[in-house]
């Protein structure tokens, strides 16, 4: 299994990609794959036709408003990642009952800051969940997710492993070029939005001189993120975890080199976004990097996706419009950032990095 897999912060629908979307999107990612920093292709409009304030978003809206509706869109879109992950030798079900049943409950116990209190947009559904992110399930179920969304995202790879490889490699190159060419030490690194802690172990394995720390708004994705980096092997710098508001963190100002939100924004309203973005630029010190790993409005396999397959996606994402119709670009560097940069660093997602001026 890799270690690096996408967290869990991705929506549930690229889980159902039709054949022949998978063909062409094989045909344009070969031919890339050859360059530092793989390049993909984008389509002709600046976001898909069914986000934002479109007749067709809004069609879609109402349906999923509807609340038997919006429960078997929720039931298929899980069936289809636990039958995917399965048809892809990934033990969904093995894995989930692994780590309810380990000593993942006694984590919580030094992980949890019972002082925070959770914003309303955070306690929304998400991902198929009723009680969202705020559960032992979502938390329990998340490598799996991650594992059976890379597979399908990258199905012209010849693993689950090799998939990863394209799609975790690509963010990090980014994210290295830009430092290296803008700043240059990496002493310090914050991973806000992380999960169960796969995009802060593979921050760690990047810059192992650097030390990390992984930051989440939900103590249960915390408790397993510790756990599983307790059977880890050993580390010269330890992943530190901290249970907090990534928009208020309570960290020190100028103390971090690196911050990066990985698949965070697109579940986040503007006004969150916009708050994080100014709270990266708080805590990081003069030429440090502000990494933005998330949706690509602009991939053009997800300006193709069906009706069927966006529908499924928008039910399991609340705040995926408000996210595709918000400029990241011009808000990062509204928030004081410069050398503002974007790629697509696979088919569907894009990084965006900024630097805070000397």
């Not at 914003?119 to 594992?147: I, K, M």
Request: some cysteine; hydrophobic content about 40%.
């Amino acid at each position: 299994m890799a270690l690096c897999a996408p967290t869990q912060k991705l929506s549930l629908a690229f889980y159902a990609e039709t054949r022949s979307t998978r063909t062409k999107q094989s045909t344009t990612v070969r031919m890339a794959a050859s360059s530092d920093v793989a390049t993909y292709e984008e389509g002709q409009l600046e976001r898909p036709k069914w986000a934002g304030e479109t007749p067709l978003s809004r069609l879609v809206g109402a349906l999923i408003s509807f609340k038997p509706i919006s429960a078997v869109l929720k039931f298929g879109a899980r069936q289809v990642l636990i039958s995917t992950a399965e048809k892809n030798d990934i033990p969904w079900r093995a894995m989930t009952k692994e780590i309810l049943e380990s000593d993942v409950y006694k984590e919580m116990e030094s992980i949890q800051n019972r002082s925070v209190v959770y914003p309303d947009y955070y306690l929304n559904p998400f991902h198929a969940y009723d009680d969202g992110n705020l559960s032992w399930l979502a938390a329990a179920e998340a490598e799996a997710a991650n594992l059976s969304m890379t597979r399908r995202a990258m199905p012209y790879a010849s693993s689950v492993d090799k998939a990863n490889d394209v799609m975790r490699g690509n963010w990090l190159q980014a994210i290295e070029k830009h430092h290296q060419q803008y700043a240059g030490e990496t002493r310090d690194i914050l991973d806000i939005g992380c999960s169960v802690g796969v995009s802060t172990k593979c921050l760690a394995d990047k810059f192992p001189s650097a030390k990390v720390t992984g930051l989440d708004l939900s103590p249960y994705f915390l408790a397993v993120a510790q756990l599983k980096e307790k059977k880890g092997g050993p580390r010269k710098n330890p992943i530190s975890w901290v249970h907090a508001i990534g928009e208020d963190s309570g960290l020190p100002s100028k103390s971090f080199d690196v911050v990066s939100l990985s698949y965070v924004l697109h579940e986040c309203p503007e006004r969150t976004i916009i708050a994080l973005l100014k709270e990266a630029f708080r805590l990081l010190r003069p030429g440090g990097t502000i990494a933005l790993n998330d949706i690509a409005p602009k991939s053009k396999i997800l300006q193709e996706l069906s009706p069927v397959l966006f529908t499924l996606m928008k039910s399991t994402e609340p705040f995926l419009d408000e996210y595709c119709l918000t400029d990241l670009e011009g808000r990062t560097r509204e928030a004081g950032f410069v050398n503002v940069t974007s790629v697509l660093t696979d088919p569907r997602h894009r990084t965006v990095t900024g630097t805070v001026p000397h």
